[in-house]
Nanobody, 124 residues
Framework: QVQLVESGGGLVQAGGSLRLSCAASGRTFSMAVLGWFRQAPGKEREFVAAISWSGGRTLYADPVKDRFTISRDNAGNRVYLQMNSLKPEDTAVYYC?????????????????WGQGTQVIVSS
């Protein structure tokens, strides 16, 4: 099991940037795919991005491609989500998640550990 704690959410104007951080602990952190999901009010949780254990492979949802960047620091046990050119439709609670798969995946069922989430609000 991996324990995850997100931070970095907040209120930002459209066009602005935020950097989310997720601190991970657990004996298998370095072997896990890490991902970000989000859930807007009244909507289902949706995939945002995922990164392989080495950082060499990434996967992004179409709505965030070319605007968001996922990265990880295995030495520091952290994964990041750099969000640029934010839009009001990016408003959601963002969750960090860990998977034991070896390649990035966008399926929530592949992720066994989840954080509590951090709120991102983008004003127009």
């Amino acid at each position: 099991q991996v324990q995850l704690v997100e931070s970095g959410g907040g209120l930002v104007q459209a066009g602005g940037s935020l950097r989310l951080s997720c601190a991970a602990s657990g004996r298998t952190f370095s072997m896990a795919v890490l991902g970000w999901f989000r859930q807007a009010p009244g909507k289902e949780r949706e995939f945002v991005a995922a990164i392989s254990w080495s950082g060499g492979r990434t996967l992004y949802a179409d709505p965030v491609k070319d605007r968001f960047t996922i990265s990880r620091d295995n030495a520091g046990n952290r994964v990041y989500l750099q969000m640029n050119s934010l839009k009001p439709e990016d408003t959601a609670v963002y969750y960090c998640a860990a998977s034991q798969r070896l390649v990035p995946t966008d399926r929530p069922a592949d992720f066994g550990s989840w954080g509590q989430g951090t709120q991102v609000i983008v004003s127009s």
